[in-house]
């Protein structure tokens, strides 16, 4: 197995381990899709993708209807998306995707766990190097044969395809999110989930001491409501 499946099984576990604050990441992503695309998911393909993740996680149909309707209603605010990078203590590098309304609030808040825990908010492309942006889906796989799915996939930008319980996983680079949900919905594949990840080019081992120094900074800026996804380069 590839990069993507050891990075897939470290972390499914901890990704929406909270149920409240995987609504509330959904929420701002319906919201910022409707904003981009429109409220008909048949006319808008990355709500689609979001309504289609709200359902792996268990959102209940009206709370997805609400927030699509509350999305659409133009007095709402807006949300931004932004990229915060820097070190955690022992030189471990860390991204932050963080959706906000208020970009002065959100940078005061990173910025003070930084300092909180002996870390360093670094300047934009300090560390986004470091990582592959890589996009994903999880497909139903029943009646489908992996292996054949998978040369197929090639053509359209696909470099992993693996299988576990939960359905046929795909990895590609960012780019070729576009191509792939397109020729899986021509097919009639029924997509599961899908998604972006931020993937590690190099891990380093720290001692269970030093994780535990990381972890603190982890804890504090994956509790913050502004943030979406948290990614970092030490070894678990």
């Not at 029943?142 to 693996?162: H, N, P, R, S, Y």
Request: aromatic share 8%; glycine share 6%; with cysteine.
């Amino acid at each position: 197995m590839g990069r993507a499946f050891e990075f897939r099984k470290t972390r499914k576990l901890k990704r929406w381990a909270a149920m409240s604050k995987a609504f509330t990441r959904i929420g701002k992503d319906i919201v910022m899709a409707v904003k981009e695309g429109g409220p008909d998911p048949d006319a808008n393909s990355k709500l689609r993708a979001v309504i289609q993740n709200a359902k792996a996680v268990n959102m209940p149909k009206d709370n997805i209807e609400r927030a699509i309707k509350r999305a659409s209603d133009k007095s709402l605010g807006d949300y931004k998306e932004v990229l915060f990078e820097g070190y955690a203590p022992h030189g471990i590098a860390i991204l932050i995707e963080t959706a906000t309304d208020n970009n002065t609030r959100t940078v005061a808040n990173i910025r003070s766990y930084f300092n909180k825990c002996n870390g360093s908010l670094g300047t934009s492309g300090s560390v986004e190097f470091m990582f592959d942006h890589t996009c994903n889906f999880t497909i139903n796989g029943e009646g489908i044969d992996a292996e054949e799915l998978e040369l197929e996939m090639i053509d359209f930008g696909a470099e992993e395809v693996f299988v576990d319980e939960e359905g046929i996983h795909i990895y590609a680079p960012f780019e070729s999110f576009g191509a792939i949900q397109k020729e899986l919905e021509s097919r009639d594949i029924e997509i599961l989930s899908s998604g972006f990840d931020r993937i590690p080019q190099v891990t380093k081992e720290l001692s269970e001491e030093e994780m535990a120094d990381v972890e603190k900074l982890l804890e504090k800026i994956e509790e913050d409501d502004d943030v979406q996804n948290v990614y970092h380069a030490m070894k678990e």
